[in-house]
């Protein structure tokens, strides 16, 4: 009889163990469930476009120290396109990248492709714009609003003749342009300075900067100065005023440190930029993916930033002021650009 019992109990024991092993497996990760070690990782990363100077360092240095980190990386450019940026993000979950790290061209178009990377067990970072509606699980960017502080504040400092300028600003579709608005008004309120109009870059595309200046030429007559959004829409800008004489008598500021922009500087045709290290938000942004892919938790995070649904872990850097008297100690010392490029045209 007992050995009837220990037939049977074993018997059992063979029918119950594959099934729990197929339940394991049907429902278990490729790897089973173990952390993956770093070499396996890939991280993938959607960009708006390369057109604009900056994101190719901001790329040159997230793929660089991802891979210290052993991680792979699959870049993507959307070259601007929202439709594209989509399809894209969506194939890096295809390929079940361990992170995706998005440059967000329309922070209000993104919420349903976040949603799927994570219904598929991929973590999100916003990257330098916010991405509305979804519950990303990292934010990280400059001080965006301190941006347009500090473009407001090198405008006052200018010296304003007639109190009137233009914003030739970057797109509503990107949430920075938003924040950095309500930093550079209030300067321009305190001041008592007269935004006599403000148009907004599609995409950031210089041209529409210039074409409206172009069309109304004669608010150069009106204005002391014109804040552009970005140090490319300032030489789209900058082309304009020297075609019609009147480079280095309007100021100008941007964003970027853009070595154009850079060279204006101390020649003295821009006022000033606003420079946002880069290399630190990319070394940063990568490290914080790497641990996300290997499925850490970035619990010393305690800031956090409304996404407009949720409100989201936010690392946030701080950027600077750039003008022809502190060049060197900021941008040239940092290694954004070599001293000889800067001051290629200047008349030392
Ligand atoms: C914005 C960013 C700016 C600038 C711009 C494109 O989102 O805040 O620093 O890079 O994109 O030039």
Known sequence: M???????????????????????SAEAPENDGEIKNEDELTIGVSFDSFLIERWQRDRDVFVDQCKSLGAKVNVQNANGDTQTQISQIEYLISK?????????IDSDALSGVCGKAHAAGIP??????????SNVDLYISFDNRQVGT??????????LKNRKVLMCAGPNEDPNVAQLG?????????????????????????????????????????????????????????RVLAENRRAGGIRLVGQDADLEACQRIVQGTQVMTVFKPVEKLARAAAEYAVRLA??????????????????????MLEPIAVYKENMDETVIDAGYHLREDVYLYATK
């Open 96 to 104: 079940q990248v361990d992170a995706i790290v998005i440059v967000g």
């Open 294 to 315: 290997k499925g850490e938790k970035l619990t010393e995070i305690s800031d956090r930033m409304s996404d407009g649904s949720y409100d989201v872990p936010y690392v």
């Open 182 to 238: 309500e930093g550079f008004k209030e300067v321009m309120a305190k001041h008592s300075v007269t935004i006599v109009d403000e148009v907004h870059a599609l995409g950031w595309k210089p041209e529409y900067a210039a074409d409206y200046i172009s069309e109304n030429i004669g608010i150069l007559d009106q204005v002391d100065g014109i804040m552009c959004g970005n140090d490319g829409i300032a030489t789209a800008v900058y």
């Open 2 to 24: 007992k050995s009837k019992i220990i037939i049977i109990a074993a018997l059992l024991l063979l029918l119950v163990l594959p099934v729990s092993g197929c339940r394991k």
């Open 124 to 133: 999100v970072i916003a990257y330098d714009r916010m991405i509305h509606d």
């Open 150 to 159: 500090l473009m407001g504040e090198g405008m006052v400092r200018s010296g």
